[in-house]
């Protein structure tokens, strides 16, 4: 298989030699992602997602050679992986971690010894304003943008009084501030719960007793299904809003029933009418027997942006090949997406509607909420 | 009333056989998955929670055969270590057999759904449930080790092991039989916790550390301990998380008051722990060392 490659990208090189022109050497790329332990469904989603997009490529991603290694959801490791991938795999680009700390722990060095980040999914705001670099592009979001997206369309709703709750942990605070910056109803109560609870007999005790009219939260992988049940077993009937990561099609099948009618908002949803995702969707079914998740959706946007930048600069020229990735010359599953100044996605955020399509659940488009909406922080980035 | 599920079986586990296991929570991961797949595959929850007990019993006796009977005589450090590498062979093999994506269990209709309970407070129907499980298994446990003449040797086992072997009991056997007693417990606990929650790989570990504490807090060997240390550390746990946020905002916590609160809450139970220590090195329950 590497042989192959090897010897594919020989030939290329050779003929594209032959044809006078300045071609690259073979694209390292190291995806450190998570593919153990309780978070690995995203890993797993971000793993494929990124592959798909090199494999539907087929020719023009034959200079582009991948190792994949799993952190464990762990930051420790997630820098020992970074640190192999560029000392003895040498790759010139790192990509694939879903979790912010971890991102944190990895991305900062990464790009200080001169490669590429690539954020498929985490996208803290420590590196979208003061601490942006120009080798970091998120191809996904920023962190705030999804629940920013909540609080303008529980505004948009005429929510008048909503009860807020996360995880107590950064990207949790992160959440219920984004959130809060573009509602302007009545945040009745704010609750933090432990991060990792599995039991919400108290938190679903005090949405019962509040005066709310309507639930805002995040609680992302298994911590929001086991709200989710609870709570419908709990005969509180308040209309519920989330993000996407509460709804993601990784973690949806486990909720069950309880999940339909829920409202939430994303960058992306099956569903988007274009051509790109289209040819996603059916791709990622047909290879994978499932349907893919926004995490997945994301890394194969990652991957065809990289693919567009090969194809346009070569990456040992640095400025060239972060002018090409700045370019965003490809087409997204998102329809609408360009970079903005910190190197953060300016694009559409939608909402959707959990529902059962022939006994499967999944997100059905319900309407945009937002329009070319950059993030908060784009003015402290000086790039 | 789950917490004292998982912790009678540790109990049972720790202070009857002076094993530590920290596989115990793979026990719990392996009850739900069990239960989930069998209630996918035959559309019965009930064949499903029966699929548990017997699942986790087996895998229960085949650990104990072919990794602890040989750590008796060992140090507790050995045991730590064994068990900790069964949690890594048990979570991988989980992925390996169901992948990494979470499972569905569906409630009966029977259990879905909340009542009116008198005084007109909403609960769901499946809490109540859990806590007649919960009930039942402590009566049971009680009986069992109290009235039967397996309890007997139990605790005649706990108390001198080569004494009983002496006598002509098997105590090899009976060790296998209460080990798989305990899995048995903790795969029940995990396929009714997993059924409004999530069954997903690596469930076991943080109920592990609460079932842990509960064993600590009631008293090492102690069934009663763990029944009266579960529901402590349920309503500390509980409370705190309801109660405290209200009580620093009122304390003039200003806008970090939440989280703060959140913090201290996720405390609380250790606290808790540190507290009875002082003034019960041995537990609530505990037999003087």
């Not at chain 1, 949790?172 to 609870?197: C, I, N």
């Not at chain 1, 108290?202 to 609680?219: C, K, N």
């Not at chain 2, 569905?104 to 009542?115: C, R």
């Not at chain 2, 903790?186 to 997903?200: D, P, T, W």
Request: glycine content about 12%; proline content about 3%; hydrophobic content about 50%.
């Amino acid at each position: 298989m590497k042989l192959s490659t090897f010897l594919k990208g020989g030939v290329m090189a050779l003929a594209i030699g032959a044809a006078g022109m300045a071609q690259a050497e073979p694209v390292k790329v190291g995806v450190i992602t998570t593919l153990s332990g309780g978070g690995a469904s995203l890993g797993v989603d971000s793993r494929d997602g990124f592959m798909l997009a090199l494999k539907q490529a087929g020719d023009a991603a034959s200079d582009v050679e991948v190792v994949v290694e799993d952190d464990q959801q762990k930051p420790d490791v997630a820098v020992q992986i970074a640190d192999k991938m560029i000392q003895s795999d040498k790759v010139d680009v790192l990509t694939g971690i879903v979790w912010s700390n971890l991102a944190m722990a990895v991305v900062p060095s990464a790009v200080a010894q001169g490669k590429f980040y690539l954020s498929t999914n985490a996208a803290p705001s420590q590196l979208a304003g003061a601490g942006c670099n120009p080798k970091y592009f998120a191809v996904s979001y920023q962190n705030d943008n999804l629940h920013e997206a909540a609080g303008a369309y529980a505004s948009q709703e005429g929510i008048g009084k909503i009860f807020i709750m996360a995880p107590n942990y950064p990207a949790g605070k992160d959440s219920l501030t984004g959130f809060k910056r573009f509602y302007d109803g009545d945040v009745v109560k704010e609750v933090y719960t432990q991060l990792g609870a599995t039991d919400y007999a108290s938190e679903i005790a005090q949405i019962r007793d509040s005066d709310a009219d309507a639930v805002f939260f995040f609680l992302p992988g298994g911590m929001g299904i086991s709200f989710m049940k609870q709570y419908a077993e709990s005969g509180v009937d308040k209309p519920l809003i989330g993000p996407a990561f509460s709804f993601s099609q990784d973690i949806l099948p486990a909720m069950g029933e309880a999940a339909i009618g829920v409202k939430n908002t994303s960058d992306w949803s099956p569903d988007l009418d274009n051509e790109a995702n289209k040819k996603f969707v059916e791709g990622f079914e047909a290879e994978y027997g499932r349907l893919p998740s926004l995490y997945a959706a994301q890394s194969y946007d990652t991957a065809n942006l990289l693919l567009s930048a090969i194809a346009a600069a070569d990456v040992s020229d640095a400025d060239a090949f972060q002018q090409a990735l700045a370019a965003a010359d490809f087409d997204s599953v998102r329809g609408n997406f360009k970079f903005g100044p910190n190197q953060h996605p300016i694009q559409d955020f939608v909402i959707r509607e959990v529902v059962d399509d022939n006994g499967v659940l999944t997100n059905k488009l319900v309407g945009t909420v937002m329009t070319d909406h950059a993030d908060a922080y784009a003015a402290e980035c000086k790039m | 009333m789950m917490l004292f599920l998982m912790a009678a079986g540790l109990t049972l586990v720790f202070g009857v056989m002076g094993l530590i296991n920290l596989a115990h929570g793979s026990l719990f991961m392996i009850g739900a998955f069990a239960c989930a797949f069998v209630a996918a595959a035959t559309g019965h929850y009930w064949l499903g929670l029966a699929a548990s007990l017997l699942v986790s019993a087996g895998v229960g006796a085949l650990i104990e055969v072919g990794v602890i009977r040989k750590l008796y005589a060992r140090d507790y450090l050995d045991q730590v270590l064994a068990t900790f590498a069964l949690i890594l062979v048990f979570s991988e093999g989980t992925r390996w057999v169901f992948g990494s994506f979470p499972l569905y269990l569906n409630l009966p209709e029977l259990l879905s759904g909340a009542v009116t309970l008198p005084g007109g407070l909403q609960y769901p129907v499946f809490r109540l449930v859990i806590i007649l499980f919960g009930a039942a298994v402590a009566i049971g446990l009680w009986l069992l080790i109290g009235r039967t003449r397996l309890g007997i040797r139990i605790r005649a086992g706990e108390a001198d092991r080569e004494m009983i072997a002496a006598l002509g009991v098997d105590i090899a056997r009976l060790y296998t039989i209460v080990f798989a007693l305990g899995a048995a417990l903790a795969g029940f606990a995990g396929a009714l916790v997993g059924s409004i929650q999530s069954v997903q790989v690596g469930m076991g570990e943080p109920v592990l550390i609460l079932a842990f504490v509960v064993v600590v807090i009631g008293g090492i060997g102690s069934i009663k301990g763990a029944l009266i240390g579960a529901l402590l550390v349920g309503m500390t746990d509980t409370l705190g998380k309801a109660l405290l946020p209200g009580l620093f905002a009122a304390l003039g916590g200003g806008s970090g008051a939440n989280a703060m609160a959140a913090t201290v809450a996720s405390m609380l139970i250790y606290i808790l722990m540190a507290v009875v220590l002082v003034i019960r090195p041995q537990g609530l329950f505990g037999a003087k060392a």
